[in-house]
């Protein structure tokens, strides 16, 4: 069993900040990617950003210079530091992280449940 689980998602005022992170844990061998993506209240999905297991990253262009992405490879986490957040960054936020559970298996591409930011003053 492989679980991956959000935290630290909630309400802050425009310009403020929140730290979102991502634990996986359970049978794990091996974790590749790691992202991020939201889902708008208007139902629209949207990558934020990425990580690969060599820390290379990309974002999306509507979070670029303001989130940042990075990964802990010994706690199995990936965390995004969120600037400078916006009313339109309001979103329910989901990670995933692809992950070879043991050699038998293949790598799967695991969801934690989400967590809520809201922005608004």
């Known amino acids: 069993q492989v679980h991956v689980v959000e935290s630290g998602g909630g309400l802050v005022q425009p310009g403020g900040s929140l730290r979102l992170s991502c634990a996986a844990s359970g049978r794990i061998l091996s974790i590749y990617g790691m992202g991020w993506y939201r889902q708008t209240p208007e139902k629209q999905h949207e990558l934020v950003a990425t990580i690969s297991s060599g820390g290379n990253t990309n974002y999306a262009d509507s979070v670029k210079g303001r989130f940042t992405i990075s990964r802990d490879n010994a706690k199995n986490t990936v965390y995004l530091q969120m600037n400078n957040l916006k009313p339109e960054d309001t979103a329910d936020y989901y990670c995933?992280?692809?992950?070879?559970?043991?050699?038998?298996?293949?790598?799967?591409?695991?969801w934690g449940q989400g967590t809520q930011v809201t922005v608004s003053s």
């Open positions: 995933n992280a692809d992950i070879k559970p043991d050699i038998h298996q293949a790598t799967i591409r695991y």
